[in-house]
């Protein structure tokens, strides 16, 4: 290996990982930043000789450990061994679609069912990159193409017939992605992936005894997702669009496409509530039962496919378009008759706009889905910079299955960052507050001489904060809906004194050490909120202890991600400023937020963090006089 710094926290936790994997017991791992958690697994998992798939959440994460971390070790480790990332088939490109959309038509090139021109351009320039394209995987473009691009050109999981049954089956972009996984010993994955490897039945990774969730505090809601279903509008008109093709009569479709209309239109007084069942939502009901009908009928209006396979390459198409109709077609009504079958553990309603409603269906509680497929089968490991409280029970894992470790970060907190909670400010919920916080937020950038991430707990907030910012500050301002995702945060860390503002999404998987990042600032607790349908039915399971089971752990575990930005190195330096002053005033829950987060000085006074930034922004700030005055603060007492 080539020389490195020893990490007593690393050592700890890749002891650990190697006696998991041996002993086949379950381990969960708190591994602060800078512990360099993904080389304390990665090790000893190529060490064990057995294949081991890692599930992530984030795509920055992924991309760390399949561009870094693996080729370094295989480079460098004594061990030889394979690595491959496998994702979801609608991420790559399917040739057979490719094929159908673009037809010869004599000297002609004829697209199909693809409407306006610029649109055509994109699938004619997805097509062209297909020819040349070595992995078919959509994050390997030089362009983000529109959605209605992507899916003329794209398959998902209940579209697919499988290779055997597909007439470019042998070269198939997902499935020599799947054979690669399977022939190496290292898999990457998305955690969603993995979910939906378990809601099959284990029917998408290849075999394996040991599994790592990274990011794991995001697990449970993961598989919520994943274990249950989600119903809209355009899901029926993508079959609509399926069965034309596949009969080549729009009025077979047509009919389809109609019922989901009326199933969306139903959907829309219930946005944003929880539907206890079916026979509390009529219209709905009966909307989903004619659509269901409807459904019933279209496989009759398909050509009988015999044995699917044709003699001619005309034929095998027409055996392939049909069926992935009928697949799409047997999904669809399966995912229909479970919402007139719901378990009790079960939640049931409706999400996003009244324009584009989202009916969705997950479970209570994870524990039963993880415990009757994963926990008794495989060896897991669960690690994240922030492990919630009690997240090993919440996702299942029997008492004395598992062991927990607590990897402390390297990182000096004490002397490079301060706490600030601006205590002084209205609550949160006063009249007066977005004022108020949105002044003092600008003399906080402009102490730090901008270099501030500012992040948010609703996309209003942090609209309106970014249209205040720039017309209070000098230095730019960077706005989360300006640009994409990663092409913001690269403009954000070269320009030295810009501020980035934005929400949730930027709260966890952003690594932005060095000068670019000074000051972290969250505007409130990110507790969720109390009419959100899955937490709902959770907080009335969990009855009189539904804060401290529920709320609390989330926002612990939110703000941790948050306020973790700041320090991604042992030079960074810089202050996380809490604008809520709950932080500072709230008895019965203040302590367990405060020591859920990086060991910081803590301080409530405006001057204290002011003077900080301003030593950081001078570059006069050294490791003995890092904090003006008391040596600790006021500790947001």
């Not at 890749?14 to 360099?36: K, N, S, Y």
């Not at 990159?129 to 992995?135: C, H, I, M, P, R």
Request: charged residues 25%; glycine residues 8%; proline residues 5%.
């Amino acid at each position: 290996m080539a020389q490195g710094e020893v990490r007593e926290g690393q050592v700890e936790m890749t002891r650990a990982v190697a006696a998991a994997i041996e002993d086949e017991r379950h381990l969960v791992v708190q591994a602060g930043t800078g512990v360099g958690k993904t080389f304390a697994y990665l090790v000893p998992a190529v060490l064990s000789g057995q294949r081991v798939v890692v599930a992530t959440t984030t795509k920055t994460l992924q991309d760390q450990l399949a561009t870094k971390d693996l080729p370094f070790l295989a480079d460098h480790g004594s061990v030889p061994f394979t690595f491959a990332v496998l994702k979801g088939r609608s991420n790559y490109l399917c040739l057979q679609r490719a094929h159908e959309v673009l037809r010869e038509d004599g000297d002609q090139l004829v697209l199909e069912g693809v409407g306006t021109s610029r649109l055509a351009q994109e699938v004619i320039q997805l097509v062209e990159w297909a020819t040349t394209a070595t992995s078919g995987d959509r994050a390997e473009l030089a362009f983000e193409p529109a959605v209605r691009a992507w899916s003329a050109v794209s398959v998902g999981p209940n579209e697919c017939p499988g290779a055997n049954r597909c007439p470019v089956g042998d070269a198939c972009f997902a499935e020599r992605a799947r054979r690669k996984a399977a022939e190496s010993d290292v898999v990457i994955v998305n955690t969603h992936l993995y979910g939906t490897h378990l809601a099959t039945g284990g029917m998408v990774l290849p075999d394996h005894r040991v599994v790592v969730f990274d990011e794991a505090h995001a697990l449970e809601e993961v598989i919520s997702s994943t274990a249950g279903l989600t119903l809209t509008a355009g899901r029926f008109a993508a079959v609509a669009r399926l069965v034309t093709s596949a009969t080549g009569k729009p009025e077979d479709g047509t009919g389809i496409g109609r019922a989901g209309e009326v199933v969306g239109a139903a959907m829309k007084e219930w946005v944003g509530r929880r539907i206890r069942s079916m026979a509390n939502a009529p219209e709905l009901a009966d909307a989903i039962s004619d659509a269901r009908i409807r459904l019933d009928a279209a496989p009759a209006a398909m050509p009988s496919s015999g044995d699917d396979n044709g003699d001619g390459d005309g034929d095998r198409e027409d055996a392939a378009r049909r069926l992935r109709a009928t697949k799409a077609l047997d999904a669809l009504i399966g995912d229909l008759d479970r919402l007139f079958a719901l378990r009790p553990a079960d939640v049931l309603w409706v999400e996003g706009t009244e324009e584009s409603p989202v009916l969705r269906v997950a479970p209570i509680d994870v524990g039963e889905v993880l415990g009757e497929q994963l926990w008794d089968f495989k060896t897991a490991i669960l690690t994240s910079a922030t492990i919630p409280p009690a997240l090993a029970e919440r996702v299942g894992m029997v008492p004395d299955s598992y062991r927990e470790v607590n990897a402390t970060s390297p990182f000096d907190y004490e002397t490079n960052a301060l706490l600030y909670c601006a205590a002084h400010l209205p609550d949160p919920r006063a009249a007066d507050f977005e004022e108020q916080a949105l002044g003092e937020l600008v003399q906080l950038i402009e102490a730090a001489g901008g270099r501030t991430l500012a992040l948010f707990t609703s996309h209003r907030a942090m609209q309106a904060a970014a249209a205040y910012l720039r017309g209070e500050v000098m230095t730019e301002i960077l706005v989360q809906d300006d640009l994409p995702r990663q092409a913001l945060i690269s403009r954000f860390a070269s320009e030295h004194e810009s501020s980035l503002v934005a929400t949730m999404g930027f709260w966890q998987g952003i690594d932005v050490p060095g000068p670019s990042l000074a000051l972290v600032t969250i505007d409130k607790l990110p507790f969720p909120r109390p009419d959100e349908p899955l937490l709902q039915a959770r907080r009335e399971q969990a009855r009189g202890q539904a804060f401290d089971t529920v709320d609390l752990p989330r926002a612990c575990t939110l703000l941790a991600q948050g306020a973790g930005r700041l320090i991604r190195t042992r030079s960074d330096r810089g202050v996380v400023a809490v604008l809520d002053r709950r932080l500072a005033t709230q008895a019965s829950y203040r302590w367990k937020i405060i020591q859920s987060l990086p060991p910081m000085r803590r301080t409530r006074d405006r001057d204290e963090a002011v003077a900080f930034l301003e030593a950081l922004r001078d570059g006069a700030a050294t490791t003995g006089s890092m904090v003006s005055g008391s040596s600790v603060g006021e500790e947001c007492r």
